[in-house]
């Protein structure tokens, strides 16, 4: 499977504690974004890397995430001091950027990483 | 006020009907559209994008865009149970990293 994959699909853990997923992006792919999706609502975006580089940051972020992309291919998240309003999806897409030929970007999503705050 | 606009549903429709799907939003410097399809506990899918106003056709789906109202649809023709799913539509501004805003996605159900 040569698509977008997270990991772990599932973690559920304790208000307190820190937790860290891992976004493998399709090969190539230069451009990699974060998501959180909640319950009843759509994927809202939380960062994006230009290959090693963190580009921008959304004000979803609060300084209790963080994320990196050490070497311009897979990514990490961390939430230090978990939440119970952190429990969402965390969804990882990536891309090769516009299109020379229509502009368009196509994202590439993965299967996401639920997490569950107690 | 949100971004963008969508009706949550659920939209529940018999095998065969058309459906019709549909956001608005508010910021002007969307200029790229797009439609998803996410099955249960799975990652969004691409369907559909379009560029600025005007029609695009894909099989049995349609994407329909009217800048000028801020206004945004998804025609499904001839729906199939396997087209069950939630559709979210989403748009990014031009240039930069084409961050996506999402609405908040229409549930629908298609029986049989």
């Known amino acids: 499977d040569t698509g977008v994959s997270q990991d772990p699909r599932h973690k559920i853990t304790k208000r307190g504690q820190n937790v860290t997923f891992r976004c493998d992006p399709i090969s190539e792919h230069n451009r990699l974004y974060w998501y959180r999706q909640t319950l009843g609502q759509g994927p809202e975006f939380l960062t994006y890397?230009?290959?090693?580089?963190?580009?921008?940051k959304s004000r979803l972020l609060s300084d209790r995430f963080s994320a990196e992309r050490p070497k311009g291919s897979f990514s990490t998240l961390e939430i230090q001091r978990t939440e119970q309003g952190d429990s969402a999806m965390y969804l990882c897409a990536s891309s090769l950027g516009n299109s020379p030929v229509s502009g368009i970007e196509t994202q590439y999503f993965g299967p996401g990483t639920r997490l569950l705050v107690l | 006020q949100k971004e963008v606009e969508q009706d949550p549903g659920p939209l529940s429709v018999p095998e065969g009907a058309i459906v019709s799907l549909n956001c608005t939003y508010s910021n002007s410097a969307f200029q790229y559209f797009m439609w998803y399809r996410q099955y249960s506990r799975k990652g969004p899918e691409l369907l559909m994008y379009t560029y600025s106003s005007g029609n695009k056709e894909d099989g049995r789906f349609t994407a329909q865009v009217d800048k000028s109202s801020k206004y945004i649809s998804l025609f499904i023709r001839d729906s199939q149970p396997s087209d069950s799913a939630t559709y979210l539509c989403a748009m990014s501004a031009v240039g930069g990293g084409n961050k996506l805003t999402f609405g908040t996605g229409t549930q629908l159900k298609v029986e049989l």
């Open positions: 890397f230009q290959n090693e580089a963190q580009l921008e």
